[in-house]
């Protein structure tokens, strides 16, 4: 029984382990990991989606997704919790004859077949729960349909030192693809998928079958699905985007994205009255910024006490920086405690971690001999790091760290 027929129908993948940012992934998946003081990673593909007017999304979830649950609930901060339509939250189940995981991005969707087909779209949006973007889909959707297209896929241009990361997409004069590559190993050109594809349900829908029923196959669009349909002939074509977009599913990506947004020359404004970024708030006080406070290029967000310094630094919200505490160049999660006198630098300090009086975390890349051996410092959530220690540079710290004596 079909509940309402949608012209479109998102699949935002969102159950992958994101082992590459360790510590910060441990007990929640990567989509609901914190990000610009305010917001979860997830909080740009919801919002992307409901200002382009898509307003049925299926969140495909796997690796830890009780804190995702939680925090998507009904939909309603981004205007989802609909009758028809809406957020749906799709974890793997069991069926009569089987029970298994979802094997690749591709398997995930085939999975949901049924609950795509219960709203009989025309297309279908399939979406990575990974990234930092603010796009406007119907966009995309009105290029898909004057191309005549069975799949568009949205592109990027990258750095060809970073290209080999993507999959790769060569096309024609027309912006019909003639080759894609999956993170080739010596790229042939520099356009970049975003990992946003948009098909005509009727093609995805036979694809993800026959990919399923190949015992071969990996069940991954870009190593599977995406090469069949351009064997088979399929019209396939860029949809090219120009602006901001980042992968956050490193460490250093995700402190990169986080600068990006306390850079005046980065063209990413999440205050666009036209394009809001939504996120599920909470009631808090204002800032409290002391009078001996000296704050310089950052974000303060709403339930912070500041008392010491802090220079370029994203302050998410309930944060606490204590007398002469000096916090340059950081990410600092909710509820972090940075005590008297302490010094955090270059550094992604997790939620609800306390750092002790006169401790040190991180360090300046000028202030490390050798380069190569300089990197962002990461503490994972709820740790404590004691009096006086001293965490390097480059170090992901998953365990408390006892204080030292003067």
């Keep these: 029984m079909i509940r309402q027929n949608k012209e479109c129908v998102a699949m935002l993948l969102a159950g992958g382990q994101g082992s590459r940012l ?25 919002s992307n989606c409901i200002n382009s007017g898509i307003d049925t999304v ?81 966009r995309m959707i009105a ?3 004057k191309n005549n297209a069975d799949v568009t896929i949205s592109v990027i241009n990258v750095p060809r030192d970073e290209a080999s990361r993507f999959g790769i997409v060569i096309s024609d004069e027309t912006g019909r693809i003639t080759e894609f590559e999956e993170k080739p190993k010596n790229p042939k050109s520099t356009c970049a998928s975003m990992g946003v594809y948009l098909f005509s349900w009727d093609t995805l ?4 079958l026959a990919d399923n029923a190949n015992s071969a196959s990996s069940n991954d669009f870009g190593h599977d699905v995406l090469p069949m349909l351009l064997n088979e002939g399929a019209r396939m074509f860029t949809y090219e985007f120009e602006g901001y977009w980042k992968d956050v599913g490193t460490l250093d990506s995700l402190w990169d994205a986080n600068m990006d947004l306390i850079n005046p020359r980065v063209p990413m404004r999440l205050d666009d009255p036209d394009f809001r970024i939504f996120m599920k708030t909470s009631a808090l006080p204002p800032q409290y910024i002391s009078s001996d406070a000296v704050i310089a290029d950052s974000f303060v967000s709403e339930g912070c006490e500041v008392y010491g310094n802090v220079d370029f630094t994203v302050l998410s919200t309930g944060c606490y920086i204590g007398k002469n505490a000096v916090v340059r160049d950081s990410v600092i999660m909710p509820d972090a405690v940075i005590e008297e006198g302490a010094v955090v630098q270059y550094a992604i300090v997790g939620e609800g971690v306390r750092v002790g009086k006169n401790a040190v975390v991180g360090s300046r890349p000028e202030d490390s001999p050798n380069r190569d051996d300089w990197g962002i410092t990461v503490i994972g959530y709820d740790l404590k790091i004691g009096e006086n220690a001293v965490v390097p540079c480059k170090k992901v710290i998953a365990e408390d760290v006892p204080g030292r004596s003067e």
């Excluded at 829908?205 to 993800?208: E, N, T, V, W």
């Design 22 to 46: 360790e510590v910060l992934t441990r007990k929640v998946a990567k989509p609901a990991v914190h990000f610009g003081g305010k917001y979860r990673i997830i909080d740009f593909t919801l």
């Design 58 to 138: 299926g969140i495909l979830t796997q690796y830890r997704p009780l804190e995702l649950i939680k925090y998507v609930g009904s939909g309603r901060p981004w205007s989802l919790d609909r009758n028809h339509g809406g957020v749906h939250i799709l974890p793997p189940y069991a069926r009569a004859n089987s029970s298994e995981w979802y094997k690749g991005t591709a398997n995930a969707i085939c999975q949901n077949i049924e609950f795509i087909d219960e709203f009989s779209p025309k297309y279908v949006l399939v979406l990575s729960g990974d990234h930092i973007y603010k796009m406007d889909y119907s």
């Design 143 to 145: 290029a898909h349909e």
């Design 205 to 208: 829908r036979k694809a993800l």
